[in-house]
């Protein structure tokens, strides 16, 4: 089996997993294509460019620097500002004599932080730079959460900086739905951390505490993010992940995803590896342009909730015949068909002004 992904990825070593790729594998459980890559280890930035659709994503510089400035100011003076943060936010009093764990630098930090966080003791602690290890389709992932709480309600707490706003009380959906689905790893990986050292898994809440600056200022606020959903998508597409000869038995003999491999061919191989994409994938999975390129004139393109209002009807040209009444329906598209016809009348009364 190793060797067969060794051929997909095209020889070279596979491409490592971080928080934020971990995060992404859920972004689309039903793609067989992306699970096979991931699985693979595939340099799916690489593959992109070279089949001429690269990714568009990733943060800017100006963000990246931005976040660090925040997170230096937050870290600032021990921790002194973050610590009151996070216990108003668990609604604890903020603690005196909590302790200040560093444990950043090269030498051995997977086991210092594995002897920081599983030593017990009974005061509060904060755990910054700590490393974790996760364990995604046979590998080793290293994951670095932006810090750890310790017995602050009674329990570890992951804590998540983001630079993005809290504008009055209210953040980007999205970047809120990715900072939970991210920290969900973190809780994840610190529960296993703890479970091989005989302590209890649910010593790790599934309530992360995110940070972010309120409104246009650098003032941080705090809020709870229950992770428990996220904890279930996860763990269900790791299994997924780790049953690679699945996987495996989806995919053409002779498959490569070798970025170094002929674009034409590269091309033909993926398109016989089944995908499901939609318009989320843009913010998730560097194969974006490509799959969206391939599902153009199909109703999944649209996303989610259109393919399954109109689950049947897959081409974009069958769903203006059914709407318009040029064909008729096969009797599993009936209901699609009334629906379609429904929305034309709607849409030409609404057009010539005369609604029915
Ligand atoms: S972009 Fe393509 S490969 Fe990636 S998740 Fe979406 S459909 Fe799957």
């Not at 890559?37 to 930035?45: I, R, T, Y």
Request: glycine share 10%; charged share 25%.
């Amino acid at each position: 089996m190793e060797d067969r992904l060794g051929e997909i990825r095209g020889g070279g070593p596979p491409k490592r997993h971080n928080a934020r790729t971990v995060a992404a594998l859920t972004g689309n459980p039903g793609c067989t294509r992306r699970a096979v890559l991931d699985s693979a280890g595939a340099d799916k930035p690489a593959l992109a460019e070279r089949l001429g659709f690269p990714a568009r994503f990733g943060q800017s510089r100006f963000a990246i620097t931005r976040g660090n400035a925040f997170e230096a100011q937050l870290k600032a003076d021990g921790g002194v500002e973050l610590l009151r943060l996070v216990a108003e936010r668990l609604g604890v009093p903020v603690p005196a004599g909590a302790t200040w764990t560093d444990l950043g630098g090269d030498d051995d930090r997977p086991e210092r932080s594995r002897a920081a966080l599983t030593a017990g003791g009974v005061g509060p602690a904060l755990f910054d730079h700590p490393l974790l290890g996760l364990d995604v389709a046979g590998r080793r992932v290293h994951l670095e959460p932006d810090l750890v709480a310790a017995r602050l309600a009674g329990r570890f707490h992951v804590v998540e900086i983001k630079s993005f706003p809290v504008i009055d009380g209210q953040a980007d959906p999205a970047k809120v739905a990715a900072a939970a689905i991210q920290s969900a790893v973190y809780v994840l990986a610190l529960r296993e951390l703890l479970a091989a050292e005989g302590h209890d898994p649910e010593l790790v809440s599934h309530e992360v505490v995110l940070i972010c600056p309120r409104d246009f200022g650098n003032r941080p606020v705090a809020s709870l993010l229950d992770v428990r959903k996220q904890l279930l998508v996860l763990r269900r597409q790791l299994a997924r992940m780790a049953r690679v000869d699945d996987l495996l038995a989806t995919v053409p003999a002779g498959f490569t995803a070798d970025p170094a491999a002929d674009p034409a061919a590269l091309a033909a191989g993926l398109r016989q590896v089944p995908a499901r994409y939609a318009p989320d994938c843009l913010a998730v999975c560097e194969l974006a342009q490509f799959c969206r390129h391939e599902a153009r004139g199909h109703t999944g393109a649209l996303g989610r909730p259109v393919r399954e209002a109109l689950g049947g009807v897959v081409e974009v040209a069958d769903v203006l015949a059914l709407a318009e009444g040029g064909r008729a329906p096969e009797p599993e598209q009936a209901e699609a068909a009334a629906l379609l016809r429904a929305a034309a009348r709607l849409r030409a009364d609404a057009l010539t002004g005369n609604p029915a």
